[in-house]
Structures are given as C-alpha cells and as structure tokens.
C-alpha cells in the first residue's frame, strides 16, 4: 500500500513537471513567434525606406559622374595647356 501510494506520488509529479514544461515551451514559442512578427515588420518597413531612397541614390551617382567627368575634361586640358 504504502509502495503504491509512493508510486502515484512520483507518477503525479512528473505528469505537473510535463505540464508545467509544456506551459513554459508554450510561453517561448509565443514569444518567438511575436519577434518573428516583429523582425517581419521591421524588415518590410526597411524595404520600403530602400524603395524610396532609389532614386535619390541614382541622382546621386549620376550627379558625381557627371562630376568625375568635368573633372577629368579639365585635368586633361590643363595637361595639354601646359605643354
């Protein structure tokens, strides 16, 4: 009798350590999936920025070739000037 009861006791604590595991990896998955969610909205909202940002950035890098180029047309002018 007393083996028996000992038993139960032991079976039962091990069922509430399982549920209480079970509560807990609930717990962590939730809070993964909602970073997820999070990391998915942020990401978007980056895309968006890049989107927006093109054109300006192909401004940008057309406006210092044109640069480079006036820049290269005077250097080489001044080298033959100066012969």
Excluded at 21 to 32: A, G, T, V, W
């Amino acid at each position: 009798m007393k083996k028996r009861l000992i038993m139960s006791l032991a079976m039962l604590t091990l069922l509430a350590g399982c549920a209480n595991n079970n509560s807990l990896e609930k717990q962590q998955i939730d809070k993964l999936s909602a970073d997820i969610s999070a990391l998915k909205i942020r990401a978007e909202r980056l895309r968006q920025d890049l989107r927006v940002l093109q054109p300006e950035v192909q401004k940008a890098k057309a406006d210092a070739n044109r640069a480079n180029y006036r820049l290269d047309v005077n250097e080489y002018l001044d080298c033959w000037c100066s012969l």
